[in-house]
């Protein structure tokens, strides 16, 4: 009753990348992730850059697949119905000991096939950013660079997957891989939603197993072979301004790498905010996504980007993510030796989101080149695009209100998201179950208010739509609850 072709463990946008590839083949698939939606893990905490594809050493895989991916993103988000903006990005040189660096990275970028690169000197770089620092000498443009909504492209990737036929396993953690005769064998605990004592084990077999876990992929790497794999959780924590500051930078603004990664960024947002991080901190917990005040203090010291004047009185909200540092120095795809038909994607850190659609189609060809599956003749290549009512032309507004008047009821004031919007987002494929789900779907709760006003307007509309009482709605479901009971019970009850 659980077989399948093929078992994806992780449904971030790594894996919902491969799914989505995979989903192109007459294969039965099947994504296992122990959150209780898609991209909670790495996946959330995501800058949303498109990187044009200069930082990576020529010849690795991050290079090659960073390049591919951020030439497919502009199509690619076209067809999942998704906002994507090429807004460009700049490598701003602070100090004249930055230029031969600078050049590097252009030359590094021209081998790796980044397109329409230039080197900009001081005055054209201030003319294109006046609010670069006053120390800046010169700057790498790429105007290939992008922004993104990482929540967006991940659901909409998973949700392209699932029409597709792929299947999703929520609240399901894998805990053993063990190799059979006649492939693998996944023991997993499908965790119940509300009800700890209705958790349960699971068994999975699969010809093939694609190890997409993000942080945890060294986990089952080192299940499979002596060849061992570490991957280090290293944290970026970042402050996310009101959209008042939206326009302080037009495009993404890095300072000069160091080895530990592109430095604190300063980029708008696909929202209209502007982000400001990451840092980076390893860490040996895989779970410390918790912020803390040296590591904001970084994000928030004078100097620390190439950006002045910033308007860190706009802070809305801070955050943490961790990135899957692996300690090869470069992305892990591949088949591992001594276990045919297991599959890495390990490793996939920045700039795995950029990389992610190139990565889907890498694995899928590894995968194909085993089963040797047959193409399908119907597969959807299109997503239903989601309905963004900020972003239509009021005539546009009018005359869907006027169809649905749901879409005319505001329901997050700060980011102006209507009912209409949060319904379509929880009745999609795999839609929204919890506020955080329909915070990163539609951006309702993502304002100044941080769900302030409308948290309980979105708990009552999730209560109703899914059929389950208020007390069962969860901020990213299990264990976050929000109410815990009635202050005063009815006195007629």
Known sequence: ???????????????????????????????????????EGTSKANSGIVHAGFDAKPGTLKAKLNVQGS?????????????????????????EEDKP?????????????????????????????????????????????????????TSA??????????????LTEVTSVEKTDCGYRIE???????????DHNITYETKLVINAAGVYADRFHNMMTDDRLTITPRKGEYCLLDVTAGNHVGRTVFRMP??????????????????VGPTATDLDDKEGIFTTAEGLAKVNTPGASAVKNLPMNEVITSFAGLRPHGDRGDFVIGEIEGAPGF???????????????????????????????????DFVEEVQPFT???????????????????????????????????????????????????????????????GGFCYPKVMEILSRELGIPMEKITKKGRRSPILTGEIKQNEEA
């Open 101 to 153: 660096h600078m050049q590097e990275l252009y030359d590094r970028g021209i081998e790796n096939g980044v397109q329409d690169l230039k080197i900009l000197s001081r005055e054209e770089a201030l003319a294109m950013e006046p609010n670069l620092s006053d120390d800046t000498v010169g700057a790498l443009f790429a105007p290939t660079g992008g922004i993104i909504c990482p929540f967006r492209l």
């Open 258 to 275: 160091s080895a530990l990664g592109k430095g604190i960024l300063v980029s708008p947002t696909i929202h209209g905010n502007l982000l």
């Open 1 to 39: 009753m659980n077989g399948y072709d093929v078992v994806i463990i992780g449904a971030g946008v790594t894996g919902s990348a491969i799914a989505r590839e995979l989903s192109r083949y007459k294969l039965k698939t099947l994504v296992l992730d122990r959150n209780s939606d898609i991209g």
């Open 157 to 170: 990737l998973a949700e392209s997957a699932n029409i597709n036929g792929v299947d999703f396993h929520l």
């Open 71 to 95: 030439q497919m993103m502009p199509a690619l988000a076209k067809t999942l119905g998704i906002p994507f903006m090429q807004n460009g990005s700049l490598v701003v040189a602070l100090s």
């Open 388 to 450: 963004y009512m900020k972003q239509l032309p009021i005539e546009e507004q009018r005359a869907l209100i006027e169809k649905d008047r749901t879409y005319g009821n505001i329901i997050c004031r700060c980011a102006s998201v209507s009912e209409g919007e949060i319904l379509e987002t929880i009745r999609r494929p795999l839609g929204a179950r919890t506020l955080d789900g329909v915070k990163r779907r539609t951006g309702a709760n993502m304002g100044r208010c941080q």
């Open 188 to 198: 997993a605990i499908q965790y119940d939603e509300f009800d700890e004592e209705k």
């Open 343 to 377: 599959i890495d994607a390990a490793a996939i850190e920045s700039p795995g989101l950029t990389a992610s659609p190139a990565i889907g189609i890498m694995v899928a060809e590894i995968v194909a080149d085993i089963l040797h599956p047959e193409k399908k003749t």
